[in-house]
């Protein structure tokens, strides 16, 4: 069953045709044989028993012809009369060899064999008679005319009798052709009833191999309507339809996975909307509630605060906005050439400050002369951001982030190293995913949108690059990504 199902749809249905054409075909050349030898046997029998039934009435014709010419010689003595008779005696033997070699059964050779060695005595007993007479001889006359008398007697019945078992032979012989037939016939309407059957049997197969797969399918379809993503679809089915349900379930595991981002989506901007909204809202609380008697400096810290928390949620909203227009193609780039140290040198100098309050070192390395590349540079300094902003996020106090850039084949290479706990296999395999973050104890406590990875990954992919990480656990992580030059 296992090799019927790598059979794609239309070796299936070529080979049931074959099969089926070749049972048909089978039955035709059956009938058109068994026909063709009904009409060969029909013919012969009929051609036979009219040759026979002729070279009956030859023999006999001739026998009496040689009859009466010897007893006209018997009386007269005439040798023109003796000569009729010897012509006439061979023209009975050679009707009567022509006979013997076209019979085909031993009962009609052996009866003309019979007339033959009787023919040969009736032939011997005249010329003895013959020369008697020539020499003016007595001899025993009644005794020659009594004896041959008996033997042309004995070859006429001999002629009767074969053609009585020629006619009897030939109804014999049709009854077989009759019976044959009939039996010729049943075969025919069996291996025909077989192939009907057999063919029902074989288009049912093809067809329940083809439409029962499908009928799981949609079935399936209906439960992922359902909101059910489960990708369990292994079906025994042509490649074309396995192919078909391997994609399907494909479609399901992403299907399940944009739920599952879906709600990790509203858990993430249910708790970073709420972080800020409820300082902004307690802030706004203090300020009504002790508006004339808080201190200046301390108003002016609420303040910061509550523009802080404001910013932070302006960045979210951004982020989320230039995540979508970027999927949708929407983003324009302002394309030109460049070069990346001042642009690695400036975010380094902007993330200065948060690096010192977790006293985290920021060291840059460029290795050789840095090439032109084309790019657009405020995207590719979103992208420096992000880079750097995750490095300081993951790495611990006292650590250390280190940029570097070196001309590569065919354009540049920039990584951002820090000394932080790393990042697992998988997580590697699906961090630059949006709302995806890495799964660690370090990531799980130190919670972020998930947005900022995914907008790194499509600027570069706009831009014609690529970007990777390398990573190990407990020995810190390296960012990179490629532009072209």
């Known amino acids: 069953m296992t090799g019927y199902s790598k059979l794609n749809v239309i070796t299936r249905l070529t080979g049931g045709f074959l099969v089926l054409l070749i049972i048909t075909t089978s039955v035709s050349v059956y009938a058109i044989v068994k026909l063709n030898e009904f009409n060969k046997a029909s013919t012969h029998m009929l051609d036979m028993g009219d040759r026979m039934t002729g070279y009956k009435e030859r023999l006999s014709n001739a026998l009496l012809s040689?009859?009466?010419?010897?007893?006209?010689?018997?009386?007269?003595?005439?040798?023109?009369l003796y000569n009729h008779f010897l012509a006439t005696s061979e023209d009975f033997v050679r009707y009567l060899?022509?006979?013997?070699?076209?019979?085909?059964?031993?009962?009609?050779?052996?009866?003309?064999?019979?007339?033959?060695?009787q023919h040969i005595e009736y032939k011997t007993l005249f010329e003895e008679e013959a020369r008697h007479l020539r020499l003016h001889k007595?001899?025993?006359?009644?005794w020659y005319k009594a004896e041959k008398e008996k033997t042309v007697e004995n070859m006429l019945e001999e002629l009767n009798n074969l053609e009585l078992y020629v006619e009897e032979d030939i109804k014999n012989r049709i009854k077989g052709l009759t019976e044959a037939g009939a039996r010729a016939l049943k075969t025919a309407v069996a291996m025909a009833i077989f192939s009907l059957i057999f063919g029902i049997i074989l288009a049912a197969g093809i067809t329940r191999g083809i439409t029962k797969p499908l009928a799981i399918m949609k079935r399936?379809?209906?439960?992922?309507?359902?909101?059910?993503?489960?990708?369990?679809?292994?079906?025994?089915?042509?490649?074309?339809?396995?192919e078909l349900a391997r994609a399907f379930n494909l479609m399901c595991d992403r299907l399940g996975e944009m739920d599952r981002m879906k709600s990790d989506f509203f858990s993430l901007m249910a708790h970073e909307l709420r972080t800020p909204l409820s300082s902004i809202k307690a802030g706004i609380t203090l300020l009504?509630?002790?508006?004339?008697?808080?201190?200046?400096?301390?108003?002016?810290?609420?303040?910061?605060?509550?523009s802080e928390e404001c910013n932070r949620l302006i960045g979210l909203v951004n982020s989320l906005l230039d995540l979508s227009k970027m999927e949708a193609g929407m983003v324009s780039f302002d394309l030109a050439p460049g070069t990346m140290r001042p642009l690695i040198e400036k975010a380094i100098?902007?993330?200065?400050?948060l690096a010192s309050v977790k006293k985290i070192s920021v060291e840059f390395n460029t290795t050789g002369q840095s090439p032109f590349v084309i790019m657009d540079n405020e995207r590719i300094l979103q992208v420096l951001r992000n880079l750097l902003g995750n490095a300081i996020k993951f790495t611990p106090e006292g650590g250390r982030i280190?940029?570097?850039s070196r001309p590569a084949e065919g354009g540049l290479e920039v990584f951002v190293t820090d000394s932080g706990s790393g990042i697992s296999e998988e997580d590697c395999a699906v961090i630059f995913d949006k709302y995806k973050q890495a799964t660690t104890e370090v990531h799980a406590r130190i919670r972020g949108t998930g947005l900022g990875l995914a907008i790194a990954k499509h600027v570069v992919d706009a831009h014609g690059g690529r970007i990777w990480v390398e990573s190990k656990q407990?020995?810190?992580?390296?960012?990179?990504?490629?532009?072209?030059?």
């Open 66 to 80: 040689q009859v009466l010419y010897e007893k006209k010689y018997v009386i007269s003595t005439d040798n023109t």
């Open 97 to 117: 060899d022509e006979a013997i070699s076209m019979a085909d059964t031993p009962v009609v050779k052996e009866m003309l064999a019979n007339i033959k060695n």
């Open 138 to 142: 007595t001899y025993r006359t009644g």
């Open 220 to 242: 399936k379809t209906r439960e992922i309507s359902r909101g059910i993503f489960e990708s369990s679809l292994n079906l025994s089915s042509p490649p074309e339809i396995g």
């Open 288 to 306: 009504e509630k002790n508006e004339g008697c808080l201190e200046e400096q301390r108003k002016e810290r609420v303040l910061a605060i509550l």
């Open 349 to 353: 100098a902007e993330i200065e400050p």
């Open 402 to 404: 280190t940029v570097s």
């Open 474 to 485: 407990e020995k810190g992580s390296t960012f990179a990504f490629f532009l072209p030059a």
